[in-house]
């Protein structure tokens, strides 16, 4: 049987996809490491792995090798029972994190749903009905889900979607004196250590000292988003561990099983017990072909210690940005964590993307000028050096000087 070509399967996404992405004409079949070909037979080098999904790079051969010999073996029980594979990453997951129960959902905002849950949970037990506020930010993404959107910035909120659910409210990053006014009322401070989706945006560690601070005097949890800054990607295997934090509560997915899909929630203490039998479940989280993934992604990012190499080459990749901005007045400035980083743009983004895909680069743009860089943690430095290449002549091209 003959296989469509390029021009007959975007005929079939453009008549039997829903239409909510901005896509690029690009069908891709097969990758290897930082690398992908479409179905034309080109190659891109690939600075967006899924989002910070594919941390390890695509097909990884003891990913790919775990997940061929979990599909012969076990793929999927219902949660009326376990499986080796669930109890032993939960094992795994809970001893790195240094958190006690986890909870194995399918995606970041499942994850989201899941932590929003067991907060009111907590406080509605422990306090009553009152206390049911959940502290989120301006820039912040925490997923699509009603109340995972509701907790996001509110500029991805549509008026064709309402009503949104009560009990969210959003203060700028770094606004103390708002946090301290909402604490008394709330069940939860919910926030991400970098807002990706918001334009690579850190938040200050000093203030997120403060925060947690807070919070603890306050009783109320502290809940991590680490689902793209999570794995690695930030110069630690969880972001807060760089940072000087704890959180009480932390939701991952993406990068947990190198872009098979899964999610989680950690949880420390009192929190690890409150959801009792009944109270949230997920039909396919947690199944063994997931955790098989997660588990042996685990393995690689901790024996090739690629959380460092995610700070060191993160600091040279951001030192060479640096030095771009420098010489391109198009380029505002350059922020981000370990391999998490983004260059804010004076003009639109979207040009420089399509500028650097022609070029065989993959790269995105989030918040309509900034571009975002999140490559494999272990790419080439070489691949980095010629991206850094193709990403000076397409600024130029944008009216910055020339290379």
Same mark, same amino acid.
């Given at each position: 049987?003959?296989?469509?070509?390029?021009?007959?399967?975007?005929?079939?996404?453009?008549?039997?996809?829903?239409?909510?992405?901005?896509?690029?004409?690009?069908?891709?079949? &097969?990758?290897?490491?930082?690398?992908?070909?479409?179905?034309?037979?080109?190659?891109?080098?690939?600075?967006?792995?899924?989002?910070?999904?594919?941390?390890?790079?695509?097909?990884?051969?003891?990913?790919?090798?775990?997940?061929?010999?979990?599909?012969?073996?076990?793929?999927?029980?219902?949660?009326?029972?376990?499986?080796?594979?669930?109890?032993?990453?939960?094992?795994?997951? $809970?001893?790195?994190?240094?958190?006690?129960?986890?909870?194995?959902?399918?995606?970041?905002?499942?994850?989201?749903?899941?932590?929003?849950?067991?907060?009111?949970?907590?406080?509605?037990?422990?306090?009553?009905?009152?206390?049911? =506020?959940?502290?989120?930010?301006?820039?912040?993404?925490?997923?699509?889900?009603?109340?995972? *959107?509701?907790?996001?910035?509110?500029?991805?909120?549509?008026?064709?979607?309402?009503?949104?659910?009560?009990?969210?409210?959003?203060?700028? @990053?770094?606004?103390?004196?708002? =946090?301290?006014?909402?604490?008394?009322?709330?069940?939860?401070?919910? %926030?991400?250590?970098?807002?990706?989706?918001?334009?690579?945006?850190?938040?200050?560690?000093?203030?997120?000292?403060?925060?947690?601070?807070?919070?603890?005097?306050?009783?109320?949890?502290?809940? %991590?988003?680490?689902?793209?800054?999570?794995?690695?990607?930030?110069?630690?295997?969880?972001?807060?561990?760089?940072?000087?934090?704890? @959180?009480?509560?932390?939701?991952?997915?993406?990068?947990?099983?190198?872009?098979?899909?899964?999610?989680?929630?950690?949880?420390?203490?009192? =929190?690890?017990?409150?959801?009792?039998?009944?109270?949230?479940?997920?039909?396919?989280?947690?199944?063994?072909?997931?955790?098989?993934?997660?588990?042996?992604?685990?393995?690689?990012?901790?024996?090739?210690?690629?959380?460092?190499?995610?700070? $060191?080459?993160?600091?040279?990749?951001?030192?060479?940005?640096?030095?771009?901005?420098? &010489?391109?007045?198009?380029?505002?400035?350059?922020?981000?964590?370990? *391999?998490?980083?983004?260059?804010?743009?004076?003009?639109?983004?979207? @040009?420089?993307?399509?500028?650097?895909?022609? &070029?065989?680069?993959?790269?995105?743009?989030?918040?309509? &000028?900034?571009?975002?860089?999140?490559?494999? =943690?272990?790419?080439?430095?070489?691949?980095?050096?010629?991206?850094?290449?193709? %990403?000076?002549?397409?600024?130029?091209?944008?009216?910055?000087?020339? @290379?």
């Amino acid at each position: 049987m003959t296989r469509p070509g390029t021009t007959e399967l975007l005929g079939m996404a453009r008549t039997t996809l829903f239409p909510n992405y901005r896509q690029f004409p690009v069908v891709f079949e &097969r990758g290897s490491g930082a690398r992908l070909w479409d179905t034309d037979g080109r190659e891109y080098v690939d600075f967006v792995a899924g989002i910070a999904s594919c941390n390890l790079g695509h097909c990884h051969p003891e990913v790919t090798a775990a997940i061929q010999d979990q599909a012969r073996r076990l793929v999927h029980v219902s949660n009326w029972y376990f499986s080796d594979r669930q109890l032993e990453l939960a094992a795994r997951l $809970t001893g790195l994190a240094s958190l006690d129960r986890v909870f194995f959902c399918n995606s970041g905002a499942e994850a989201s749903e899941a932590a929003i849950k067991l907060a009111r949970k907590r406080s509605y037990e422990k306090y009553g009905p009152d206390r049911n =506020l959940v502290i989120s930010f301006y820039g912040a993404f925490h997923g699509r889900t009603m109340k995972a *959107l509701t907790a996001t910035d509110p500029k991805h909120h549509m008026a064709a979607f309402s009503p949104y659910p009560e009990g969210f409210v959003h203060i700028q @990053p770094g606004d103390l004196a708002a =946090l301290e006014k909402h604490l008394p009322l709330a069940c939860a401070l919910f %926030l991400e250590p970098v807002q990706g989706e918001g334009g690579v945006h850190p938040f200050d560690p000093a203030f997120l000292k403060e925060a947690a601070r807070l919070c603890t005097e306050q009783d109320v949890p502290l809940m %991590l988003d680490e689902v793209q800054t999570g794995m690695g990607r930030c110069g630690a295997l969880f972001a807060y561990q760089a940072l000087g934090i704890r @959180p009480d509560v932390l939701t991952l997915a993406k990068a947990l099983a190198n872009g098979f899909p899964m999610g989680a929630v950690l949880a420390g203490g009192e =929190l690890a017990a409150v959801m009792a039998p009944g109270s949230h479940g997920s039909t396919f989280g947690g199944n063994a072909l997931a955790c098989a993934a997660a588990l042996a992604t685990l393995d690689v990012l901790v024996r090739e210690d690629l959380s460092s190499r995610a700070r $060191t080459l993160g600091n040279r990749f951001r030192a060479a940005l640096e030095d771009l901005a420098g &010489r391109h007045p198009v380029v505002k400035n350059i922020r981000g964590m370990g *391999l998490l980083l983004g260059m804010e743009l004076t003009v639109a983004a979207a @040009p420089v993307v399509k500028d650097l895909l022609e &070029r065989g680069y993959l790269v995105t743009a989030v918040a309509e &000028r900034t571009l975002r860089f999140t490559p494999p =943690l272990n790419i080439a430095e070489e691949d980095v050096d010629a991206f850094l290449q193709a %990403l000076d002549e397409a600024l130029a091209a944008q009216g910055g000087s020339p @290379p």
